[in-house]
């Protein structure tokens, strides 16, 4: 059961996630366990909290409420190098500020808990 499940999301949107964000998501749940909590650093009242199935974008300041979230990831069948087709639902009105800054943020985020790892 996810954190986004409890609420109703204001819009729900196709996208595609780029490989490399995807990618490195991915791999930082491999070797650190899932859900992979991760503070976005540039955005500092924003936490991303990476699960397998979702995405999902809280404010640590209001009860960890969603904001954003992307679901329903479309692997079957991919290449690496493929962007992946997936939801992205929206929390809350002023969430499409976020979209491109979130993603920025999530990689970064997962690039670095990666290199605390020792592992790339």
């Known amino acids: ?51 397998r199935e979702a995405w999902v974008c809280v404010d640590s300041r209001l009860d960890h409420l969603p904001l954003i979230a992307w679901t329903g990831f479309r692997v079957a069948g991919r290449a690496l190098h493929e962007d992946v087709c997936c939801e992205q639902r929206i929390y809350h009105i002023h969430a499409g500020l976020l979209m491109g800054p979130a993603l920025e943020a999530i990689e970064r985020a997962a690039v670095a808990a990666l290199g605390k790892t020792g592992v790339r």
């Open 1 to 51: 059961m996810s954190i986004i499940d409890e609420f109703t999301p204001l819009r729900i949107l196709p996208r595609a996630l780029p490989a490399s964000c995807f990618n490195t998501v991915r791999l930082a749940q491999l070797r650190m366990g899932e859900p992979l909590r991760l503070q976005a650093p540039d955005l500092r009242l924003l936490e991303c909290i990476l699960e």
